[in-house]
Protein backbone atom coordinates (compact mmCIF):
# COMPACT_ATOMS: atom_id res chain seq x y z
CA UNK A 1 0.00 0.00 0.00
CA UNK A 2 1.34 3.56 -1.13
CA UNK A 3 2.57 5.54 1.91
CA UNK A 4 4.17 8.74 2.62
CA UNK A 5 7.50 8.06 3.78
CA UNK A 6 9.55 10.64 6.02
CA UNK A 7 12.79 10.50 7.66
CA UNK A 8 14.38 10.28 10.54
CA UNK A 9 11.63 9.17 12.95
CA UNK A 10 13.67 10.73 16.23
CA UNK A 11 16.07 13.50 15.98
CA UNK A 12 18.10 14.69 18.61
CA UNK A 13 19.79 18.03 18.21
CA UNK A 14 21.57 20.79 20.78
CA UNK A 15 20.13 24.24 20.30
CA UNK A 16 21.95 26.46 17.47
CA UNK A 17 22.49 23.58 15.14
CA UNK A 18 20.67 22.72 11.90
CA UNK A 19 18.75 19.96 11.30
CA UNK A 20 16.55 18.51 8.41
CA UNK A 21 14.01 16.11 7.55
CA UNK A 22 13.07 14.43 4.30
CA UNK A 23 9.66 13.47 3.25
CA UNK A 24 8.44 11.41 0.16
CA UNK A 25 5.06 11.78 -1.13
CA UNK A 26 2.70 9.08 -2.17
CA UNK A 27 3.73 8.63 -6.12
CA UNK A 28 1.45 11.40 -8.05
CA UNK A 29 0.48 13.30 -5.16
CA UNK A 30 1.08 17.10 -6.51
CA UNK A 31 0.33 18.78 -3.54
CA UNK A 32 2.67 17.96 -0.36
CA UNK A 33 2.66 19.66 3.15
CA UNK A 34 5.05 19.95 6.28
CA UNK A 35 3.02 20.36 9.39
CA UNK A 36 4.27 21.14 12.94
CA UNK A 37 2.34 19.49 15.87
CA UNK A 38 3.57 20.78 19.58
CA UNK A 39 2.34 18.19 22.18
CA UNK A 40 -1.22 18.22 22.55
CA UNK A 41 -2.14 20.60 20.21
CA UNK A 42 -3.48 20.36 16.57
CA UNK A 43 -0.68 20.28 13.57
CA UNK A 44 -0.05 24.05 12.08
CA UNK A 45 0.66 24.22 8.58
CA UNK A 46 4.13 25.60 7.93
CA UNK A 47 4.27 25.10 4.26
CA UNK A 48 2.22 23.87 1.20
CA UNK A 49 3.62 22.60 -2.22
CA UNK A 50 1.82 22.43 -5.63
CA UNK A 51 4.54 20.38 -7.40
CA UNK A 52 7.79 21.81 -7.01
CA UNK A 53 5.96 25.41 -6.07
CA UNK A 54 5.13 27.16 -3.02
CA UNK A 55 1.68 28.05 -2.70
CA UNK A 56 1.80 28.87 1.34
CA UNK A 57 4.21 29.55 3.38
CA UNK A 58 2.83 32.30 5.35
CA UNK A 59 3.57 30.21 8.94
CA UNK A 60 7.31 29.39 7.82
CA UNK A 61 9.54 31.00 10.44
CA UNK A 62 11.90 32.19 7.32
CA UNK A 63 14.74 33.50 8.93
CA UNK A 64 15.17 30.06 10.62
CA UNK A 65 13.40 27.83 8.19
CA UNK A 66 13.44 26.50 4.82
CA UNK A 67 11.77 23.97 2.41
CA UNK A 68 12.24 22.86 -0.84
CA UNK A 69 10.40 20.48 -3.44
CA UNK A 70 13.26 20.97 -6.63
CA UNK A 71 11.80 17.99 -8.72
CA UNK A 72 8.08 18.41 -7.72
CA UNK A 73 8.69 14.85 -5.46
CA UNK A 74 10.56 14.55 -2.31
CA UNK A 75 10.79 17.37 -0.21
CA UNK A 76 13.07 18.26 2.27
CA UNK A 77 12.12 21.16 5.30
CA UNK A 78 15.32 22.44 7.34
CA UNK A 79 16.05 24.26 10.45
CA UNK A 80 19.03 26.50 11.02
CA UNK A 81 19.62 27.52 13.80
CA UNK A 82 17.31 24.71 15.98
CA UNK A 83 15.84 26.77 19.25
CA UNK A 84 14.00 25.03 22.31
CA UNK A 85 10.74 25.79 21.27
CA UNK A 86 11.19 23.58 17.55
CA UNK A 87 11.07 20.20 19.56
CA UNK A 88 7.36 19.32 17.88
CA UNK A 89 6.65 16.92 15.90
CA UNK A 90 7.12 17.42 12.19
CA UNK A 91 3.97 15.81 9.81
CA UNK A 92 4.67 15.42 6.26
CA UNK A 93 1.36 14.96 4.34
CA UNK A 94 0.41 14.62 0.17
CA UNK A 95 -2.69 14.59 -1.31
CA UNK A 96 -4.16 14.68 -5.17
CA UNK A 97 -5.21 17.83 -6.52
CA UNK A 98 -8.36 19.20 -8.63
CA UNK A 99 -10.77 18.12 -5.96
CA UNK A 100 -11.70 19.62 -2.41
CA UNK A 101 -12.75 16.30 -1.40
CA UNK A 102 -9.82 14.12 -1.46
CA UNK A 103 -7.90 13.95 1.60
CA UNK A 104 -4.01 14.01 3.02
CA UNK A 105 -2.12 10.83 3.68
CA UNK A 106 0.18 11.39 6.34
CA UNK A 107 3.88 10.38 7.03
CA UNK A 108 4.47 9.11 10.13
CA UNK A 109 6.38 11.97 11.33
CA UNK A 110 9.73 13.36 12.27
CA UNK A 111 10.20 13.75 16.53
CA UNK A 112 12.52 16.87 16.67
CA UNK A 113 13.68 17.46 20.56
CA UNK A 114 16.26 20.32 20.96
CA UNK A 115 18.23 20.10 24.18
CA UNK B 1 -10.15 33.48 14.82
CA UNK B 2 -10.66 29.83 15.05
CA UNK B 3 -11.36 28.20 11.75
CA UNK B 4 -12.26 24.90 13.56
CA UNK B 5 -13.04 24.36 16.81
CA UNK B 6 -13.14 21.65 19.50
CA UNK B 7 -14.56 22.07 22.87
CA UNK B 8 -13.67 18.81 24.21
CA UNK B 9 -10.15 18.37 25.39
CA UNK B 10 -10.86 15.26 26.81
CA UNK B 11 -14.03 12.70 26.60
CA UNK B 12 -14.06 9.28 28.40
CA UNK B 13 -16.80 6.39 27.02
CA UNK B 14 -17.27 2.59 28.15
CA UNK B 15 -16.59 0.10 25.76
CA UNK B 16 -19.55 -0.55 23.19
CA UNK B 17 -21.28 2.91 23.76
CA UNK B 18 -21.63 5.62 21.45
CA UNK B 19 -19.49 8.71 21.54
CA UNK B 20 -19.64 11.85 20.55
CA UNK B 21 -16.90 14.21 18.98
CA UNK B 22 -17.72 17.44 18.50
CA UNK B 23 -16.70 20.23 15.84
CA UNK B 24 -17.45 23.62 14.91
CA UNK B 25 -16.33 25.13 11.85
CA UNK B 26 -16.08 28.86 10.60
CA UNK B 27 -15.96 29.93 7.01
CA UNK B 28 -17.57 31.72 4.07
CA UNK B 29 -16.55 30.11 1.72
CA UNK B 30 -19.78 28.03 -0.11
CA UNK B 31 -17.43 24.82 -1.39
CA UNK B 32 -15.26 23.38 1.34
CA UNK B 33 -14.60 19.60 3.00
CA UNK B 34 -14.75 18.24 6.46
CA UNK B 35 -12.28 15.79 7.41
CA UNK B 36 -11.84 13.74 10.18
CA UNK B 37 -8.45 11.96 11.73
CA UNK B 38 -7.27 9.80 14.23
CA UNK B 39 -3.99 9.93 15.73
CA UNK B 40 -2.81 7.11 18.23
CA UNK B 41 0.04 7.49 20.48
CA UNK B 42 2.60 6.23 17.70
CA UNK B 43 2.00 9.77 15.99
CA UNK B 44 0.47 9.08 12.83
CA UNK B 45 -2.85 10.63 11.13
CA UNK B 46 -5.49 8.57 10.15
CA UNK B 47 -7.63 9.68 8.30
CA UNK B 48 -11.31 8.46 9.03
CA UNK B 49 -14.31 10.27 7.16
CA UNK B 50 -15.08 13.19 5.19
CA UNK B 51 -18.30 14.89 4.32
CA UNK B 52 -18.79 17.51 1.48
CA UNK B 53 -20.14 21.08 1.86
CA UNK B 54 -22.46 20.23 -0.58
CA UNK B 55 -23.50 16.83 0.04
CA UNK B 56 -26.90 16.19 1.30
CA UNK B 57 -26.43 13.42 3.37
CA UNK B 58 -24.53 12.75 6.41
CA UNK B 59 -21.31 10.76 5.28
CA UNK B 60 -20.34 7.08 7.05
CA UNK B 61 -17.71 4.94 6.70
CA UNK B 62 -18.05 1.48 9.14
CA UNK B 63 -18.36 2.55 12.65
CA UNK B 64 -17.91 6.16 11.89
CA UNK B 65 -20.34 8.21 11.22
CA UNK B 66 -20.54 12.26 10.75
CA UNK B 67 -23.56 14.16 11.97
CA UNK B 68 -23.50 17.17 9.94
CA UNK B 69 -25.54 20.49 10.61
CA UNK B 70 -24.51 22.84 7.84
CA UNK B 71 -26.91 25.72 9.15
CA UNK B 72 -24.84 24.94 12.32
CA UNK B 73 -21.79 24.63 11.42
CA UNK B 74 -21.11 21.95 12.98
CA UNK B 75 -19.48 18.23 11.72
CA UNK B 76 -19.34 16.58 15.25
CA UNK B 77 -18.03 13.26 14.72
CA UNK B 78 -20.56 9.57 15.86
CA UNK B 79 -18.26 6.55 16.85
CA UNK B 80 -20.34 3.67 17.95
CA UNK B 81 -19.50 0.49 19.30
CA UNK B 82 -16.32 1.84 20.67
CA UNK B 83 -13.42 -0.34 21.47
CA UNK B 84 -10.41 -0.05 23.50
CA UNK B 85 -8.75 0.15 19.80
CA UNK B 86 -10.40 4.07 19.58
CA UNK B 87 -8.68 5.49 22.50
CA UNK B 88 -6.73 8.33 20.41
CA UNK B 89 -6.46 11.91 19.86
CA UNK B 90 -8.59 12.86 17.25
CA UNK B 91 -8.38 16.02 15.28
CA UNK B 92 -11.27 17.77 12.89
CA UNK B 93 -9.81 19.45 10.01
CA UNK B 94 -11.71 21.31 6.65
CA UNK B 95 -10.19 21.82 3.50
CA UNK B 96 -11.88 25.63 2.01
CA UNK B 97 -11.82 26.04 -1.73
CA UNK B 98 -9.03 28.64 -2.90
CA UNK B 99 -8.12 30.98 -5.54
CA UNK B 100 -5.71 28.06 -8.07
CA UNK B 101 -5.03 25.41 -6.36
CA UNK B 102 -4.32 26.08 -3.37
CA UNK B 103 -6.22 24.07 -0.76
CA UNK B 104 -5.16 24.85 2.81
CA UNK B 105 -6.01 22.02 5.41
CA UNK B 106 -6.64 23.50 8.97
CA UNK B 107 -7.03 21.33 11.78
CA UNK B 108 -8.90 22.06 15.39
CA UNK B 109 -6.40 21.65 18.65
CA UNK B 110 -8.43 17.96 18.69
CA UNK B 111 -9.78 15.57 21.55
CA UNK B 112 -8.28 12.75 23.53
CA UNK B 113 -10.69 9.77 23.62
CA UNK B 114 -10.19 7.15 26.30
CA UNK B 115 -12.53 4.44 25.79
CA UNK B 116 -12.83 2.70 29.56
CA UNK B 117 -13.12 -1.57 29.85
Known amino acids: EAEVAQSPRYKITEKSQAVAFWCDPISGHATLYWYRQILGQGPELLVQ????????DSQLPKDRFSAERLKGVDSTLKIQPAELGDSAMYLC?????????????FGQGTRLTVV | AQKITQTQPGMFVQEKEAVTLDCTYD???????LFWYKQPSSGEMIFLIY??????QNATEGRYSLNFQKARKSANLVISASQLGDSAMYFCAMREAASGSARQLTFGSGTQLTVLP
Open chain 1, 93 to 105: ASSLVGTGNTEAF
Open chain 2, 51 to 56: QGSYDQ
Open chain 1, 49 to 56: FQDESVVD
Open chain 2, 27 to 33: TSDPSYG
